[in-house]
């Protein structure tokens, strides 16, 4: 089982970057999936949530109306679309996968992780 992370790169202030997260080994359309991210001497933080149908989201107010999490279940991937970007965006990203069906805000609600895309944002 495993979640592939991908898209993140360097960045200028303002830019746009396009995360996916492949999930392989078995499906995640019965999860609700979630990015989460870390940035250097902090802890780790969701940034936006999706339900398993997709058809609910939460997003952390720092990203809120810049970033939108979506979900293809026909192909068992998540996407994260981050608009805007500023220099206080870069971190490690990381998609996970939730036991449950519904968002969760709680990282140990999560069973399963992927490795991390670092996302740099410079000014």
Do not use: H
Not at 22 to 35: C, E, K, P, V
Not at 67 to 73: C, E, G, K, Q, V
Not at 91 to 96: D, E, L, Q, T
């Amino acid at each position: 089982v495993q979640l592939q992370a991908s898209g993140g790169g360097l960045v200028q202030a303002g830019g746009s970057l396009r995360l996916s997260c492949a999930a392989s080994g078995r499906t995640f359309i019965w999860n609700g999936m979630g990015w989460f991210r870390q940035a250097p001497g902090k802890q780790r933080e969701l940034v936006a949530a999706i339900t398993s149908g997709g058809d609910s989201t939460v997003y952390a107010d720092s990203v809120k109306g810049r970033f939108t999490i979506s979900r293809d279940n026909a192909k068992n991937t998540v996407y994260l679309q981050m608009n805007s970007l500023k220099p206080e965006d870069t971190a490690v990203y990381y998609c996970a996968a939730n036991q449950y069906s519904s968002v969760s805000y709680v990282d140990k609600d999560y069973n399963y992780w992927g490795q991390g895309t670092l996302v740099t944002v410079s000014s």
